[in-house]
């Protein structure tokens, strides 16, 4: 049963930078994104990884190409309907966690949530509900400052996800962690694709993030160069042997 | 969560708080002193316009001010105006700027003011110490408990020479100020014709009461033409008058409303910079609000919650200042007045200036790109 994709980006370019600087980024790259799927991004440093993220989160403008959202095309949008969008569907979560310094973790889900309109008690309660949920119920007045980097992760997820958004797309959101802590985050999102029946992207270098994997889709200077889909019913090793022996083919 | 956020960014930076508070305070308190000390200037130079009772005046042609009216009219004026339909009483006042010799040497400038406030025209007020009874007994005068040291007497009995005569002091006001720091010397009005050397109807000013239901400006322009060398006016526009002559044409009033722009120019430069420099520090937070999927009206928002709060801490602090201000330049010659409405001005102005301040903040975010999210 293949669902309809919530996030699809179709035929995109992207170049960046301007005169002899310029740079094609993406070269054509289309992608879908479907619920209850957690997807892959891999690819080596400078593959055009956080320009194609960057372009389905819509933060940025494709060169070419539209990206559909919802079966909804994005293509003239101004750059204030582009923050609609985001409000209505998408949740980010950053290596660097940014996080706000000076809210403490409810605080810092709150905003999130008082960026869509939602304040107040109900709010508050769905705040600290999702932060329980990844498991830091005890740390709901502490401030990033005070936290670990797997618990300032965490509550980055919480605050991705606690809008409800159909889709979080996740910029190398283990980089920064220690193995453990990298493992509690991906396991975390994987049950959110799972269990709430999300579409999660997450771009990696880090092969520990195999295991969690529905899909992996491989990009290299601007181009999907190919995909691997974890079969139904096969566990997340198998994903892990599939890389193992595609590096080995290369 | 807004205002959570605008709050913790401001306190976040105490140095850069501690810069903008200043900015913001020393705005409020020089513009508060400056206003201060025009509207306690405009009071006392309309403190006896203020205090009399008529609606029009008979003035000197060309006279200036409540000191300036010379001692020119004469009572065919007054059976002039007491002619004109609509007049129900014409009641003439004595105003002369005259010398006060010091009981211990040298001398000193007062201003006459001869009233009789049986009449109902002028009625010394704050009369603290002593009665006008007791000013209508022999050489009796009323002058106000500040000036005493300035005119070398202690108190009540004590004894002058002003122009031709004596005179003693029988009663004190309190806060009866004058602009021109000549102390008004009130005293009834054949007494002061004759300190002057005055003829028995010389007057300086007659105010005019209307019958009930008279039409001031009717009345005005039937009285005027009854005169060659008078004028009428209006109480409205013989207080304008003063003021102009006073603050305007002395330069005094210009330069004290020039000190209050100059104080909320450099105010505003202060607190825009500290502003513009605290929204850079927390571009990428803004950023992030923005991949977020806020709109810019919300982190406008936070800017302006920044900028409101600084205002409402900056004014409550400043008027603190400049109450205390107030309170110390009570005794002195030229005390600053506070009232309710300079009070709101003031806050208005407040609010203005972080508004006028938050704008380069605000330019500084239009420009956020969200991209800048991924870059670590
Ligand atoms: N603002 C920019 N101006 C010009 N070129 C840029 C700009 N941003 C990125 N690039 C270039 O675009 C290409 C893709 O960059 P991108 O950041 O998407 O790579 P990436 O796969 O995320 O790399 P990494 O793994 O190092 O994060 C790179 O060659 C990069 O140098
Ligand atoms: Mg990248």
């Known amino acids: 049963m293949k669902r309809e994709p919530v996030l699809e980006a179709v035929d995109i370019v992207k170049e960046l930078g301007s005169g002899a600087a310029k740079v094609q980024a993406l070269k054509g790259v289309s992608m879908a994104l479907r619920p209850s799927e957690l997807t892959l991004l891999m690819g080596p440093s400078g593959s055009g990884k956080t320009t194609l993220l960057s372009i389905l989160g819509c933060i940025l403008k494709p060169t070419s190409g539209d990206v559909r959202v919802v079966g909804e095309s994005t293509i003239g949008m101004s750059a204030e309907q582009l923050a609609t969008v985001r409000r209505a569907h998408i949740g980010f979560i950053f290596q660097s966690y940014n996080l706000f310094p000076t809210l403490s973790a409810i605080e810092n889900v709150r905003i999130a949530l008082d960026v869509r309109g939602q304040s107040g008690f109900k709010a508050a309660a769905r705040a600290e509900e999702v932060l329980r949920d990844v498991g830091l119920g005890h740390r709901l007045r502490y401030h990033p400052g005070n936290m670990s980097g797997g618990e300032q992760q965490r509550v980055a997820v919480a605050r991705a996800i606690a809008a409800s958004p159909s889709v979080v797309l996740a910029d190398e959101p283990t980089a920064a962690l220690d193995t453990e802590n990298g493992h509690a985050v991906m396991a975390l999102l994987a049950r959110i694709a799972k269990e709430q029946a999300r579409s999660v992207l997450v771009v990696t270098h880090d092969p520990r993030t195999l295991p969690y994997a529905d899909r992996v889709v491989r990009i290299e200077d601007g181009r999907i160069v190919g995909e691997e889909r974890r079969p139904e019913g096969l566990d997340a090793p198998e994903i892990t042997d599939l890389a193992k022996r595609r590096k080995a083919h290369a | ?376």
Request: overall charge neutral; aromatic content about 8%; proline content about 3%.
């Open chain 2, 1 to 376: 969560m807004i205002l959570t956020l605008a709050f913790r960014n401001l306190f976040h930076d105490r140095v850069r708080l501690a810069v903008t508070l200043i900015g913001i305070l020393f705005s409020i308190v020089l513009v508060a002193v400056q206003l201060g000390l025009y509207l306690g200037s405009s009071r006392m130079i309309t403190s006896n316009i203020d205090n009399a009772r008529g609606e029009l005046w008979i003035t000197a042609f060309g006279a200036k001010s409540f000191e300036d009216g010379g001692l020119l009219l004469h009572s065919a004026e007054r059976h002039q105006a007491l002619a004109a339909a609509g007049v129900a009483e014409v009641i003439p006042l004595v105003v002369s700027f005259a010398e006060w010799r010091r009981p211990n040497g040298g001398s000193t400038r007062v201003v006459v003011v001869g009233t009789d406030p049986e009449d109902g025209g002028l009625v010394p007020w704050s009369l603290t110490d002593g009665t006008w009874l007791d000013v209508k007994s022999p050489d009796g005068i009323a002058v106000d408990k500040s000036y005493l040291a300035e005119l070398d007497v202690k108190g009540i009995g004590d004894t002058a020479q002003v122009a031709h005569g004596r005179v003693r002091i029988k009663a004190l006001t309190e806060g009866v100020r004058s602009f021109t720091q000549a102390p008004y010397a009130y005293m009834p009005i054949s007494r002061a014709r004759h300190l002057l050397g005055a003829p028995g109807d010389a007057t300086s000013f007659y105010l005019v009461k209307l019958q009930p239901g008279a039409d001031v400006e009717s009345v005005r322009r039937d009285l005027k033409s009854r005169f060659e060398s008078a004028e009428v006016l209006t109480a409205e526009e013989f207080r304008d008058r003063s003021l102009n002559t006073w603050l305007f044409q002395t330069g005094a009033g210009v330069a004290l409303i020039g000190g209050a722009l100059l104080g909320l120019l450099v105010g505003t430069v202060i607190v825009a910079q500290t502003l513009y420099s605290s929204t850079k520090d927390h571009l990428a937070e803004f950023a992030t609000l923005r991949a977020l999927g806020s709109s810019s009206g919300y982190i406008h928002k936070v800017i302006l919650g920044q900028a409101g709060l600084s205002a409402v801490i900056g004014y409550v602090l400043g008027m603190i200042i400049a109450l205390a201000v107030v309170y110390a330049s009570r005794g002195t010659p030229l005390p600053m007045v506070m009232t309710p409405w300079l009070a709101a001005a003031l806050f208005a102005v407040t609010i203005f200036m972080c508004a006028i301040s938050q704008l380069s903040a605000i330019f500084k975010v239009t420009k956020i790109d969200p991209a800048m999210v991924f870059s670590k």
